[in-house]
Every structure is written in C-alpha cells, then in structure tokens.
C-alpha cells in the first residue's frame, strides 16, 4: 500500500526533508519487492520522494491550453525540462481511468487504493509538425524535474473529450508561485517554439468532437499574380490592404496605424475569390495561415488567439455566410458575429488579417452593418467581362494550338459565365479531341463551348456558378 507514512519527524529542515525522502524511497522498494516485478510501484510514494512531501496536501495548477496548441505544448515542455538540467519522465499505469480523473483525483485515489496508479510507460503519439513532417508527443506523461530551484510535478496529458479536447498541464509544486511561473514559461516558450508559426495550417474533425480535431498543415499555394485575372485594379487593391500593411508595418506603427485588418472578397461562385486567396497565401512568405471553413469556422476564437500569438498572421474564413445562414435565417446568426467579433478583440496594432471570402454578400452585409468596423475593405470579384474571358482563354488555353481568332470567338461566344467556366471549356475541348483520337484544334473549343452553353446543360453552368449566387452581389462596394 502507498498510504502516506510521514512521521512527527523534528530536527533541522535539511534532515526531516532527508529522512522524509529516506523514508518515501524505502516504502517504494519495499513495496516493488514485495510485488516481485517491475511496473507495480505505486506513483504516490515516488511524487513524494520528489517534491519532499505528501502531494496530497498540495494545489494542483491546471493550464486548458487550445487544442491547436497541442504539439507547442510538447515542444514547450521539452524546451523547459531541458533549460532545468533535464527531468525524469514517468508514465502511469491503472488503465483507462486515469484518463477521466484530474490529477488531484488520481492522487486521492492513489491514497486510499495505492496500487490502483502503478508508475507505468509513458503513452505517446505522434502529430504532424508539417506537411511532411510529425513529432512523437507525450500522450500521459508526469515530469519530474526542479524549476527555479523547487522541485516539480508537471503532469502533461493529451486532448480527451472530458477537456473539450484542450491539451492539459498541471502542476504540483510546494511553492504555488514557483507552480504560476512554470506554467506563464510554458506558455512563453510555446509562442516563442510553435510548430505553427509560419505554416499554413487548417483543421480535421468536427469541432463537435474537438478530441479528435487536427491540425492539418498544408504545402503553402503558389499561384502567380499574372494567373489571377480580375479587373484592372482589383487584385492591387487587395494586395495593397493584405500584404501592403504588413509590408509597412514599421511606418504604419510609427504613424500611429492600426495593422489588423478585415478584407471581403464577395461575388458569384467560380470567379476566383479562393484563387485570390491562395495567391495572397503564396505571396505572404513567412506568414502563419490558418485556413477556417464550414464547420471549422466555429473555431474562430482560437484561431483569431493562435494568430495573435504567431503574428504576422493570416486567417481566412472561407464562405463565411455559410454561418450566417446556418444559425439564422437572417444572416445575424450567432457564429457570424462570433467571427466578427473575434476581429474585434485582437489589438489595433496586431498584424493580422482576417480575409472573408462569400458568394453571398446580401447575407453578409446586415451582418456586418450591425458590427461596423471589422472590415476595412469589401471588394467585389466580378464575373468576367469579354476581355478578361480572353484573358482567361489565353491562359487556360495558352499553351495548345488554339488561334487568337478562336480564343477570340469563345471569349465572345460566353458572356456572363464564370472562369471555373471557361477552365472546364478548355479541358472538355481536350477531351473531345481525345475520344476523336486527334489533336485538339479551334473546332473542338468551338463544340465545347457550345455543347456548355447549350440548353443540355444548364445544371452544368449552375455548378460552374454561372446565374447562382448573383443576388446581393453588387449591393455591397
Ligand atoms: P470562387 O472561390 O470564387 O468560388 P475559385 O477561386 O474556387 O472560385 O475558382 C475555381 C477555379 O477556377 C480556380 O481554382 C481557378 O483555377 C479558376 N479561376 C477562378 N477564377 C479565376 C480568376 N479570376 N483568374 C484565373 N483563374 C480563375
């Protein structure tokens, strides 16, 4: 049994805490003995030994850190084990339960049952530090180690649903200041170490069951400027308020400029809002990206804290009145105006942008009208007129032997569609060539473009986005 055995020990401090420790240590062997293998010495006495008294009677300090954080949170403790000479890592035994029970919990119950909480392997797993790379991670692990002299108990556990999925942290320690500081250093060196910072990031799982969400890097996009064909000005606008702020940041700062900054990118589907977007991506070199959409938009408030943390930060919310429409039938839903807010609470001189991209900007705009401020530019991505049709011919096309003159006739022959549009007008002349066993030439671009604008395939043009989505679209600029 591991029932604490302190006796009315007197004498100098030095030798109480020595005999104390004595003690605890001799408990442990006596008690592993008497089991006659490894893996049955009960936890408690060993936490003794280590902090030099009963940690029964200590505060447990808990730190709930976001569950996007979670890999920071191994880096950090590594980082902090390391600067204090390095510790010893304990796992714990007693199945499952330990998982469901706080620390205190644990020792409570090590008390009274003792060999329920046996010393037992550390549990890992392994999370993606990047695109291509991952870490093995504590999963349940207990670090014994001293801080600023005093010696710790640092438990670290990974994200279970009993915590909304935050990784934990908790800490004994007799001195509770000692305990505040750990945790403030543990954070410190999570902002200052973070796997995330400079990485283009997005989520996996529902954020209804957060225990399993994800961080998932992605490669950063590169999409040349000369590819995104928008009207004259529109992309320098854009470019301007996104990466222009953060290019002047210094003189902004010095002239008393707020650097956040909301964009709006709001116009029918398929005319290259997220095309504009991942070319703002690409060109933001350096810049810590977090990717929100659909369901993961509700993680807004720890994206909008992550990017404050890991600035210069770029966070996209991607069909934001998805939202809107999705808690209320008149666009003010509560999530959306979570969204908003979370622009809100970041620092005026934070620099960060929040860039919203949506096909319906009629059920945005109350929104946004009720929270005035949170976006600073609002610009409308068109449909393309004839000449950016050409354009966009000429650079889906460019490279097979069609004539300026055909390029010409189809850019003519498909006013009011999208540039998925005119991209799938390419590929199925390609393809009509192909079934012929030939070439691709002007014909097979004039068919494609007549088949796709043929009454046969309305629907087509509809997912293409072509005659959805319009309503509103120019109500807002
Ligand atoms: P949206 O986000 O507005 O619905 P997308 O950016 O997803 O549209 O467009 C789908 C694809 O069509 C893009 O990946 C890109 O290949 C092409 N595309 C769309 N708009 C443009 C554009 N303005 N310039 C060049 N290519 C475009």
């Keep these: 049994m591991s029932e604490s055995t302190t006796p009315a020990l007197t004498g100098t401090p030095d030798l109480e805490s020595f005999l104390r420790a004595f003690q605890a240590l001799a408990t442990a062997a006596s008690e592993q003995q008497a089991a006659g293998r490894e893996g049955t010495q009960p936890v408690l006495p060993v936490l003794e030994a280590h902090l030099g008294q009963d940690p029964r ?10 569950v996007l954080r979670r890999v920071d949170v191994d880096i950090a403790v590594e980082a902090v084990v390391q600067d204090a000479g390095g510790g ?25 049952w003792g060999g329920q909480f046996p010393v037992g392997p550390v549990d890992y797993h392994r999370a993606a530090t990047g695109p291509t790379t991952t870490r093995q991670m504590v999963a349940f692990g207990l670090h014994l180690f001293t801080h600023e002299d005093v010696p710790v108990v640092l438990v670290q556990r990974r994200a279970s649903m009993r915590h909304n999925g935050s990784p934990i942290l908790e ?28 990485q283009v990031v997005t989520f996996s799982g529902s954020p209804f069951d957060p225990g399993e969400a994800g961080v998932v890097h992605v490669p950063r996009p590169r999409v040349a400027r000369e590819d995104v064909v928008l009207p004259a000005g529109t992309l320098e606008r854009v470019e301007r308020q996104v990466l222009g702020v953060a290019r002047h940041r210094d003189a902004l700062r010095a002239a ?15 005319t290259g809002k997220t095309h504009t977007v991942r070319h703002l991506v690409g060109a933001s070199a350096g810049v810590t990206v977090i990717l929100l959409s659909g369901q993961t938009l509700q993680l807004v408030a720890v994206a909008a804290e992550t990017a404050r943390a890991l600035q210069p930060a770029l966070v996209v919310l991607e069909d934001c009145d998805l939202v809107a429409e999705e808690r209320s039938h008149d666009g003010s839903g509560p999530l959306l ?7 809100d609470g970041l620092a005026a001189d934070a620099d960060v942008t929040f860039l919203l991209t949506t096909n319906r900007a009629d059920v945005l705009e109350p929104a946004l009208a009720q929270r005035p401020g949170r976006v600073d530019l609002a610009v409308e991505v068109p449909l393309p007129d004839a000449a950016g049709r050409r354009r966009l011919f000429t650079l889906y096309g460019g490279a097979l032997p069609f004539t300026p003159a055909a390029l010409d006739a189809a850019a003519d022959a498909t006013d009011g569609m999208t540039a998925s549009f005119v991209k799938e ?8 060539a192909a079934e012929a066993g030939r070439a691709v030439t002007d014909d097979d671009l004039a068919d494609a473009v007549r088949e796709m604008t043929g009454d046969a395939e309305r629907i087509t043009r509809s997912l293409l986005g072509v005659g959805a989505g319009l309503p509103g679209a120019d109500e807002l600029g």
């Design 425 to 432: 007008a390419i590929r199925r002349a390609v393809l009509l």
């Design 337 to 343: 105006f979570e969204v908003l807010d979370a622009l």
């Design 57 to 66: 009677a200590l505060a447990v300090h808990t730190a709930e850190l976001p």
């Design 171 to 198: 800490v004994l320690c007799p001195d509770d200041e000692v305990a505040a500081r750990l945790l403030d250093r543990v954070r410190a060196e999570m902002d200052a170490r973070s796997s995330l910072r400079g």
């Design 256 to 270: 008393g400029q707020h650097l956040k900054r909301g964009v709006l990118l709001y116009g029918p589907p398929g």
């Design 88 to 112: 010893r890592l304990l796992g714990l035994g007693g199945g499952e339960q330990r998982a469901h029970m706080s620390l205190s919990e644990i020792l409570q119950h090590a008390g009274i």
